[in-house]
């Protein structure tokens, strides 16, 4: 019997080295369990069929001693990445039977690792929105209290590695799709520098914004996908090649790191006590783990959400014209081309993503333009200079990770804006393309999970899982 | 914002909406509009320019691109001699 709840990549990479289990063991195993929970939980859209062949090619890696830390790891992927071959359907009804027609980049690095890929998660509709609900293919639920959402949009495999139904999950950022669903069920999310990952074969949303982002049981499980994951590729125009990430990381780095800067101002008012509470708690943990905690200020930061509420739906307006019922896809017919593409896209596409892309269409029309995306770019520029600004005094800046504990299925379902709010804390990190880790801290009296984020500067990833590391010791 | 640029935005983005869903996106835009006006009231220097980007070159070289003409030809909704079938435009 394999000890399922306690492994991490390492152990299981050792116990498979070992001939203690096999990969296809341990494939059988994770598909046991996701045949017992993913009908309540449906943290998957789709087990795929050749899991168990991947398993097998695995296992010859061991065999032949070719086998790498990921070789064998059962691994669950976003329905928003392409897996050549595979239905990708990222959530939406217009994409439902749509089949990748190549690989992105983070999949064939997946593949020739040797990694299990067993299915492919749910997610909101084209990852938009902040609790899997806007799925068109239903609710994922959080492991922790199955009434509750799992957070979003990388909901499915959150949950996923939260109930143990995969080793190690990859989601995708666009504005704390990884952070807040990792808050909501108590596991490690980490949101890389933009430009880290490639997003290549990632279905877009916000291309200025997205990121494909690990999750882990641990922070040294996101550690590793990170460093397996994080390369440049000439299919990118936004991939940042090797020698300038070099460059970047050099500069922000700095004898001493242990200087942790809280803008109390953003949230000091009006978080939800509990959490509070419980951020005090972590505070002064890390205190006394002989960090030094300062107060800063990021009088831009509030803007934040706005911003992104500006400068997202503009791109996803951009983004999702693509999908007309022409190529591939849903397909509605009509008496010309033009009321195939009106009926395609008013039957495929759900509520929240027709809302923003009108939205969107509306921030870039003549007369609207300049109050909205032209001045949204530019307070995004400061909000980008003053984290930099900010990182000159501190190593990194800590927040909790989300405003709210997790809610209820259809708590806020009639309500955008507060939807939208369950990603205050995330935005700034996103717009400055800089990266950001959130850690677990602790459960509520219910058992509700509580996360803390860190943030550090561009391409400091290490810092992060080294405060992170530290961190999980102290909790 | 009213009915009209609702039907407007819609007309722009081509996706027809029902009478409903016109009244909900108006309600759902009163708030989500008052929320991102907020940006409004910033301080930023008008000279400058948005980001700072720069465009990032490749050599123009041929080169093999791994992807599957059949899975791309198989998915079309309509396909004639193996091209994709439109309605006529004109």
Known sequence: MIDIKNLTIEKAHEAMKKGEFTSRELTLAYLEIIKNKNLEIHAYLEIFEDALSQADEADKKFKNGTATILTGIPTGIKDNILFKGHIVSAGSKILKNYKASYSAPVVKILLEQGAVILGRTNMDEFAMGSSTEYSAFGPTKNPHDITRVPGGTSGGSAAALAANMALSTIGTETCGSVREPAAFCGVVGLKPTYGALSRHGIIAMGNSLDQVSPFGKCVRDAEILFNCLSKHDSEDATSIPEELRTKIKTENTKKKENKIGVPWHLFKDDLNPVIMENFKQSIEKLKKAGYEIVDIELPHAKYSLAVYYIIMPAEVSTNLSRFDGIRYGYHSDGKDLLEVYKKSRAKGFGAEARRRILLGTYVLSHGYYDAYYNKAIKVRENIKQEMQEAFKEVDFVVTPTAPFLPFKLGEKLDDPVSMYLCDLFNAPANLAGVPSIAIPSGFTSEGLPFSIQFTAPHFREDSLFEVGKKFEEIK | ?90
């Open chain 2, 1 to 90: 914002m009213e009915i009209r640029d609702v039907e407007k935005l819609a007309e722009l983005a081509r996706i027809d909406l029902t009478e409903e869903e016109k009244q909900g996106l108006l309600k759902d835009f009163d708030s989500i509009l008052a929320y991102v006006d907020a940006i409004k009231s910033v301080k930023v220097d008008e000279t400058k320019g948005g980001e700072s980007l720069y465009n990032s070159w490749r050599e123009d070289e041929p080169a093999v691109r791994d992807f599957s003409l059949d899975i791309i030809t198989e998915q079309f909704p309509d396909a004639k001699d193996g091209f994709l079938k439109v309605k006529k435009i004109l």
